[in-house]
């Protein structure tokens, strides 16, 4: 039986087609930048950019930006400054920075208290792994609101050269009649494990997990998840599921990283996609 309780994966950047769209850049290198990047972000929010925008490609910086209410800056990690990925996280900076700003703004209206403290958001791209046509990109955003509350958030995507229109998780796998149920009910046995190492007992909330009726977490459509880099060369060693405070437990037990490996399930991938997985994750070896 299907829980009503699994909770949706977030992604980012499903298609790389968004970074042909050079208009919307606040791109690395790109003509447009110092012209575009700047009287937008001040028409728009009174944010001012700490640094030149040609600045960003040699730092790494994709985006630090300012105003009365937020201090937000981006990153990168391990992604080509020229590359596809890079220019279509670029093409998103507009929008994560603008809902961030209008969040910000929404709680400086509601906050009655003389010291109001600005948000500080800082966000970090990193591409976890790759091989051949295929790689995933982790996005951490930490949220440090003024209100001394700080949370941590999770987003990912799968990229694929052959399909530059969309890839998502479910592309890798051969779904016949029955393996998603069993992928649901191998990451739910990986949770309960980690449950019962980090605070004594599968529970989620005290309620506890059954993973074989119920599994509750969902390896196709929950959390983001990203492809794990291997022992062996050009290759994954498995999946790496990030679930963020909150999402299967209280705020106090902090973030759940359960790491798959791929011998685990590797009989369940599409044949096209079994030669990128081999080995183990370096840290499970």
């Given amino acids: 039986m299907r829980s009503t309780r699994q909770i949706q994966r977030r992604t980012y950047g499903r298609g790389l087609s968004v970074a042909l769209v050079l208009g919307l850049c606040l791109g690395v290198g790109s003509v447009l930048g110092p012209h575009f990047a700047k009287p937008w972000l001040a028409a728009r929010h009174g944010l001012t950019l700490e640094q030149p925008p040609s600045a960003f490609s040699e730092e790494r910086i994709l985006l630090d930006a300012r105003s009365p209410e937020l201090s937000y800056r981006a990153a990168s990690f391990g992604i080509q400054p020229d590359s596809e990925i890079h220019r279509a996280i670029m093409a998103e900076q507009e929008a994560i920075l603008a809902a961030y700003q209008t969040a910000a703004e929404q709680a400086f209206a509601n906050n009655t208290s003389e010291l109001k403290q600005p948000w500080r958001v800082e966000t970090f791209f990193t591409q976890t792994a790759k091989a051949g046509p295929l790689t995933s990109v982790l996005r951490s955003d930490y949220i440090h609101r003024g209100d001394n ?45 980690e449950k019962n190492r980090r605070i004594g007992r599968a529970a989620i909330n005290d309620e506890p997990l ?53 011998t685990t399930f590797r ?19």
């Fill in 149 to 193: 509350i700080h949370r941590l958030q999770f987003a990912s995507s799968m990229f694929s050269e052959l399909k530059p229109e969309g890839f998502d998780l479910a592309d890798i796998f051969d779904l016949q009649p029955g393996i998603s149920d069993r992928l649901d009910e191998l990451l739910c046995r990986l949770v309960s494990q």
């Fill in 267 to 285: 009989a369940y991938l599409a044949e096209p996609y079994q030669n990128f997985f081999a080995g183990a994750p370096p840290h499970l070896e």
């Fill in 210 to 262: 059954v993973c074989e009726d119920d599994p509750v977490v969902s390896f196709l459509e929950g959390p983001p998840t990203v492809f794990t880099p291997s022992t062996r060369e050009n290759q994954f060693g498995g999946l790496t599921f990030y679930f963020e405070p909150g999402r299967i437990g209280s705020d106090r037990e902090g973030e759940y990283i359960i790491h798959v490996p791929q």
